[in-house]
């Protein structure tokens, strides 16, 4: 069963923009705390963003003031507006639903800032 699927990767030039959006089934998202992580070859997985059910978000601080996540509860959708993107962004790019001692993971989408 797909309970989490990611959209909108793709290649952007260094000082672009790209949004991914992460649909999620009803279930695993009203009361879920959903977040983005990311693994760059080479690299460990590393959280990017997360928001709680009430809005509440936190990110990372390799992102801070260029990256943006948000909710849209009425439609089970998780966002991330990357702005700003830099090649050390460029990354498989994860969603994640987390509610207790659960996780639920997405299949990844690529992220791809070139110079």
């Known amino acids: 069963q797909v309970q989490l699927v990611e959209s909108g990767g793709g290649l952007v030039q260094a000082g672009g923009s790209l949004r991914l959006s992460c649909a999620a089934s009803?279930?695993?998202?009203?009361?879920?705390?959903m977040g983005w992580y990311r693994q760059a070859p080479g690299k460990q997985r590393e959280l990017v963003a997360s928001?709680?059910?009430?809005?509440?978000?936190s990110y990372g601080d390799s992102v801070k003031g260029r990256f943006t996540i948000s909710r849209d509860n009425a439609e089970s959708t998780v966002y991330l507006q990357m702005s700003s993107l830099k090649p050390e962004d460029t990354a498989v790019y994860y969603c994640?639903?987390?509610?207790?001692?659960?996780?639920?993971w997405g299949q990844g989408t690529q992220v791809t800032v070139s110079s």
């Open positions: 994640a639903s987390r509610r207790g001692g659960s996780s639920w």
């Open positions: 009803r279930s695993i998202f009203s009361l879920n705390v």
């Open positions: 928001i709680t059910s009430g809005g509440s978000t």
